[in-house]
Protein backbone atom coordinates (compact mmCIF):
# COMPACT_ATOMS: atom_id res chain seq x y z
CA UNK A 1 0.00 0.00 0.00
CA UNK A 2 1.37 3.30 -0.73
CA UNK A 3 1.27 6.49 1.23
CA UNK A 4 -0.92 7.94 -1.52
CA UNK A 5 -3.50 4.86 -0.91
CA UNK A 6 -3.31 5.09 2.91
CA UNK A 7 -4.33 8.75 2.48
CA UNK A 8 -7.08 8.30 0.09
CA UNK A 9 -8.65 5.80 2.41
CA UNK A 10 -7.94 7.92 5.44
CA UNK A 11 -9.77 11.08 3.51
CA UNK A 12 -12.47 8.62 2.63
CA UNK A 13 -13.36 7.43 5.88
CA UNK A 14 -12.95 10.91 7.45
CA UNK A 15 -15.89 11.77 4.56
CA UNK A 16 -18.17 8.66 5.94
CA UNK A 17 -17.74 9.19 9.31
CA UNK A 18 -18.77 13.38 9.47
CA UNK A 19 -21.71 12.97 8.26
CA UNK A 20 -22.89 10.01 10.63
CA UNK A 21 -21.27 11.50 13.58
CA UNK A 22 -23.03 14.90 12.97
CA UNK A 23 -26.52 13.43 11.81
CA UNK A 24 -27.48 12.22 15.48
CA UNK A 25 -26.37 15.94 16.98
CA UNK A 26 -29.60 16.95 14.97
CA UNK A 27 -30.77 20.07 12.73
CA UNK A 28 -30.40 23.35 15.35
CA UNK A 29 -33.90 24.28 16.20
CA UNK A 30 -35.44 26.58 13.68
CA UNK A 31 -36.03 30.53 14.86
CA UNK A 32 -39.37 31.76 15.75
CA UNK A 33 -40.23 33.88 12.75
CA UNK A 34 -43.01 36.71 12.98
CA UNK A 35 -43.96 39.70 11.29
CA UNK A 36 -43.74 43.35 12.51
CA UNK A 37 -44.94 46.81 11.14
CA UNK A 38 -42.68 49.51 10.94
CA UNK A 39 -43.15 53.00 10.51
CA UNK A 40 -40.67 54.59 9.11
CA UNK A 41 -39.85 58.40 8.61
CA UNK A 42 -40.98 60.57 6.14
CA UNK A 43 -39.36 63.71 4.67
CA UNK A 44 -41.11 66.35 2.79
CA UNK A 45 -37.65 68.33 3.04
CA UNK A 46 -36.14 69.28 -0.51
CA UNK A 47 -32.75 70.78 -0.70
CA UNK A 48 -33.45 74.57 -1.29
CA UNK A 49 -32.34 77.17 -3.74
CA UNK A 50 -34.34 76.69 -7.06
CA UNK A 51 -32.93 75.72 -10.36
CA UNK A 52 -28.88 75.23 -8.47
CA UNK A 53 -30.63 72.86 -6.16
CA UNK A 54 -32.41 70.67 -9.31
CA UNK A 55 -29.82 68.54 -9.64
CA UNK A 56 -29.29 67.54 -5.96
CA UNK A 57 -33.20 66.85 -5.57
CA UNK A 58 -33.18 65.18 -8.80
CA UNK A 59 -30.27 62.45 -7.65
CA UNK A 60 -30.01 62.46 -3.85
CA UNK A 61 -33.55 62.16 -2.70
CA UNK A 62 -33.74 59.13 -3.89
CA UNK A 63 -32.25 56.90 -0.76
CA UNK A 64 -32.21 59.57 2.20
CA UNK A 65 -33.45 62.88 3.01
CA UNK A 66 -31.71 66.18 2.19
CA UNK A 67 -31.60 66.86 6.06
CA UNK A 68 -29.38 64.01 5.95
CA UNK A 69 -27.25 65.19 4.03
CA UNK A 70 -27.27 69.02 4.93
CA UNK A 71 -26.80 67.90 8.48
CA UNK A 72 -23.36 66.67 7.26
CA UNK A 73 -20.30 69.23 8.33
CA UNK A 74 -19.42 71.72 6.31
CA UNK A 75 -17.06 70.31 3.34
CA UNK A 76 -14.94 71.64 0.49
CA UNK A 77 -16.23 71.20 -3.16
CA UNK A 78 -13.69 68.67 -3.82
CA UNK A 79 -14.78 66.84 -0.74
CA UNK A 80 -18.40 66.87 -2.04
CA UNK A 81 -17.69 65.87 -5.61
CA UNK A 82 -15.55 62.82 -3.60
CA UNK A 83 -18.82 62.31 -1.64
CA UNK A 84 -21.10 62.53 -4.83
CA UNK A 85 -18.81 60.16 -6.55
CA UNK A 86 -18.74 57.52 -3.93
CA UNK A 87 -22.63 57.55 -3.82
CA UNK A 88 -22.04 56.30 -7.38
CA UNK A 89 -19.11 53.75 -6.99
CA UNK A 90 -19.83 52.18 -3.65
CA UNK A 91 -23.64 52.69 -3.49
CA UNK A 92 -24.86 52.22 -7.75
CA UNK A 93 -26.59 55.73 -7.44
CA UNK A 94 -27.69 56.04 -11.00
CA UNK A 95 -26.03 59.98 -11.01
CA UNK A 96 -25.11 61.05 -14.36
CA UNK A 97 -21.92 62.24 -15.15
CA UNK A 98 -22.47 66.10 -16.16
CA UNK A 99 -24.52 66.22 -13.11
CA UNK A 100 -21.76 65.39 -10.80
CA UNK A 101 -20.04 69.24 -10.95
CA UNK A 102 -23.36 70.99 -10.52
CA UNK A 103 -24.07 68.84 -7.62
CA UNK A 104 -20.66 69.47 -6.25
CA UNK A 105 -20.77 73.36 -6.46
CA UNK A 106 -24.72 73.52 -4.99
CA UNK A 107 -23.39 71.67 -1.89
CA UNK A 108 -20.10 73.67 -1.52
CA UNK A 109 -21.85 76.71 -1.93
CA UNK A 110 -24.63 75.63 0.73
CA UNK A 111 -22.60 73.11 3.05
CA UNK A 112 -19.24 73.97 1.97
CA UNK A 113 -16.14 75.46 3.55
CA UNK A 114 -14.51 77.87 0.41
C1 LIG B 1 -28.48 54.61 -4.47
C2 LIG B 1 -28.72 55.23 -3.19
C3 LIG B 1 -28.06 56.55 -2.89
C4 LIG B 1 -28.14 57.72 -3.60
C5 LIG B 1 -28.92 58.01 -4.86
C6 LIG B 1 -27.36 58.69 -2.86
N1 LIG B 1 -26.84 58.11 -1.74
FE1 LIG B 1 -25.78 59.04 -0.29
N2 LIG B 1 -25.72 57.33 0.80
C7 LIG B 1 -26.24 56.12 0.40
C8 LIG B 1 -25.96 55.14 1.41
C9 LIG B 1 -26.39 53.68 1.36
C10 LIG B 1 -25.23 55.79 2.41
C11 LIG B 1 -24.70 55.20 3.70
C12 LIG B 1 -25.79 55.35 4.70
C13 LIG B 1 -25.38 54.97 6.06
O1 LIG B 1 -24.19 54.72 6.31
O2 LIG B 1 -26.28 54.94 6.90
C14 LIG B 1 -25.10 57.17 2.00
C15 LIG B 1 -24.48 58.14 2.75
C16 LIG B 1 -24.35 59.46 2.39
C17 LIG B 1 -23.72 60.48 3.18
C18 LIG B 1 -23.12 60.29 4.57
C19 LIG B 1 -21.62 60.19 4.53
C20 LIG B 1 -21.13 58.91 3.92
O3 LIG B 1 -20.26 58.99 3.05
O4 LIG B 1 -21.61 57.81 4.30
C21 LIG B 1 -23.78 61.64 2.46
C22 LIG B 1 -23.25 63.01 2.86
C23 LIG B 1 -24.47 61.34 1.23
N3 LIG B 1 -24.81 60.01 1.21
C24 LIG B 1 -24.71 62.26 0.25
C25 LIG B 1 -25.37 61.99 -0.95
C26 LIG B 1 -25.60 62.97 -1.98
C27 LIG B 1 -25.14 64.42 -1.94
C28 LIG B 1 -26.30 62.33 -2.97
C29 LIG B 1 -26.74 62.89 -4.28
C30 LIG B 1 -25.69 63.34 -5.15
C31 LIG B 1 -26.50 60.95 -2.54
N4 LIG B 1 -25.91 60.77 -1.32
C32 LIG B 1 -27.19 59.99 -3.26
C33 LIG B 1 -26.95 55.88 -0.74
C34 LIG B 1 -27.24 56.80 -1.72
Request: a positive charge; glycine letters at 6%.
Amino acid sequence: MTIRTVAGVLLGACALAWPLAHASAGAPPAPALRSVSVQLPVSKRMFPGGAEAAPANANCLTCHSAGMVLNQPSLSKATWEAEVKKMIAVYKAPIAEKDIAPIAAYLAATKGTD
